[in-house]
């Protein structure tokens, strides 16, 4: 040990000594304040943990002051987290419509006032309000996804993963299931269909190669090992080049003619044929047009709703789904109802001005109208610092979700740079601004979609830039907000 560290050390040593006592900071005049508002439980844990913290980076000779001011500042920035539970809303200026970090789908708004009034008070979840007794909450949601897939029976369960795996386990517990070898997907990592389908307590009976699957392949084994076909959509990638897929129609018959069900997996894509997407996606009703048994999708990724999962299809079929025990513990809650009830309404209600839901505006909105929302927020940028460099291009934007991996949605960008601050540290400050802007880099540069914004935070997108150009944040914020990330 050379001299200079022997002084350290015992340097930080004798203030370690003098870390004030946590008795002695309760009393403390701010830390009194901080006892108004939070429990002394909370407060004591505060006291502790930011004691630990100096006591360590002392230890460490990264220094750091150790007095009760310091103390007190830290608690309060601990307590500080607590003012705001996440998640927190974010600003979506990526361009990216179903994005599943932000949150996928923002609800529509009388939507989401729905499940504001629902989730505040009591409501008819299991009650039936006309005869006075115990009702079904799936009454709230069945005759709205039975309008929008006349004849069908419906059910929505916690997300679409659930789905999967309650059609799984209610037809296919203990049997095979023939799946193409094409279609082992993987989606967001944690949802990998053959995990999901052993899960189920199915059996996997893959059929074909991973880039061509013949009906001769399932024929091989539809009504001997394997009881189920299972068509996935291959969400977020494509396999092209010398590939053969079964179309839904020929694989129905084949299923039909063997007394088994055939069930697709859709995940995300479109609801009708015309509903606004990308064009190789199969709608949902063409695939029970088709001949499908069964289809589960996505309530946020295709509907445009909150996290759900929709079984649509033969009434037997999702009747004995419902009657599983599982279905008990796959169940949506009342705010998930409420959202979903109020998305199909605002579906039904397409055309007319209050709907259909955000996601779908944004993937419907024209060109011409987000050049203009483009030019109009370009200008604004320009006006509020010299500093700003800002001009307007043609980009891509994506749907997302996994969805859809080949479909660019054609936009119009707002490129935006500041003299003296490199694009990450822009990007960076743009994140920290409350509520935070999510935008992205492309080819170097900052890039904002106003696509993805909704009505209102064209405001906001200002509010971020400004402060990120006039008010550089210091170092140390920063780093407080990664810790807070951690
Ligand atoms: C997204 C997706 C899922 C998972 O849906 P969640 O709603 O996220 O549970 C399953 N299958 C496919 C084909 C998908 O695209």
Redesign the pocket.
């Known amino acids: 040990m050379t001299n200079d560290s022997g002084k350290r050390s015992r340097a930080s040593g004798d203030r370690r000594a003098r870390l004030p006592a946590v008795d002695r900071l309760l009393v403390d005049p701010r830390v009194e304040e901080l006892l108004r508002r939070w429990s002394r439980r909370v407060v004591v844990h505060a006291i502790r943990e930011a004691l630990d913290a100096a006591r360590q980076a002392l230890a460490s000779g990264a220094g750091g002051a150790g007095d009760a001011g310091a103390i007190v500042a830290a608690v309060e920035r601990r307590l500080a987290r607590l003012d705001a539970p996440g998640p927190r809303r974010v600003v979506n200026a990526t361009g990216v419509i179903v994005h599943t970090n932000l949150g996928r789908a923002p609800l529509d708004p009388q939507a989401a006032r729905h499940v504001a009034a629902v989730a505040a008070g009591y409501c008819d979840l299991e009650f039936d309000l006309d005869e006075g007794r115990r009702g079904s909450r799936q009454a709230h949601v069945g005759p709205w996804l039975e309008m929008l897939f006349p004849g069908q029976g419906v059910l929505a369960v916690n997300?679409?993963?659930?789905a999967?795996l309650l059609a799984l386990n209610t037809l296919a517990h203990d049997r095979g299931v023939a799946i193409s070898r094409g279609e082992l997907?993987e989606?967001?990592g944690s949802?990998r269909?053959p995990e999901i389908l052993e899960r189920s307590g199915a059996r996997l009976v893959e059929v074909g190669t991973t880039n061509r699957t013949h009906l001769a392949d399932y024929a091989r084994v539809l009504g001997r090992e394997a009881s189920l076909a299972l068509k996935?959509?291959p969400?977020?990638y494509r396999v092209v080049g010398f590939t053969r897929e079964v179309p839904v129609r020929e694989l129905a018959a084949l299923a039909a003619d063997h007394g088994v069900p055939l069930v697709v997996?859709?995940?995300?894509g479109r609801l009708f044929r015309d509903a606004p997407g990308p064009r190789d996606d199969p709608a949902v009703e063409q695939l029970l047009a088709e001949g499908a048994d069964l289809v589960c999708f996505?309530?946020?990724?295709l509907l445009g709703g909150p996290?759900a999962?929709v079984l649509v299809g033969r009434r037997e079929l999702v009747a004995r789904c419902a009657r599983n025990p599982l279905a008990r513990a796959l169940r949506c809650d009342k705010m998930t109802l409420a959202a979903l009830s109020w998305t199909c309404r605002a579906w039904l209600r397409a055309g007319t001005a209050d709907g259909p839901p955000p996601v779908s505006r944004m993937l419907a909105v024209s060109l011409d109208e987000v050049a203009a929302r483009a030019r109009r927020l370009a200008e604004a940028i320009a006006a509020l610092d010299d500093r700003l460099e800002v001009a307007v291009e043609h980009g891509d934007g994506r749907v997302g979700?996994?969805?859809a991996p080949g479909f660019a949605v054609p936009t119009r960008l707002v490129v935006l740079g500041v003299r003296g601050l490199g694009e990450q540290e822009l990007l960076d400050r743009l994140r920290r601004h409350d509520p935070p802007v999510v935008a992205r880099i492309e080819a170097g540069r900052v890039v904002i979609d106003p696509r993805t914004l909704l009505e209102g935070e064209d405001g906001i997108v200002l509010s971020a830039i400004r402060a990120a150009v006039v008010r550089p944040e210091t170092g140390e914020r920063a780093n407080a907000h990664r810790r807070h990330d951690a």
């Open positions: 997300n679409n993963a659930a999967l997907v989606i967001g949802f269909v996935v959509w969400s977020n997996d859709q995940g995300c996505s309530g946020d990724k996290q999962g979700g996994g969805a």
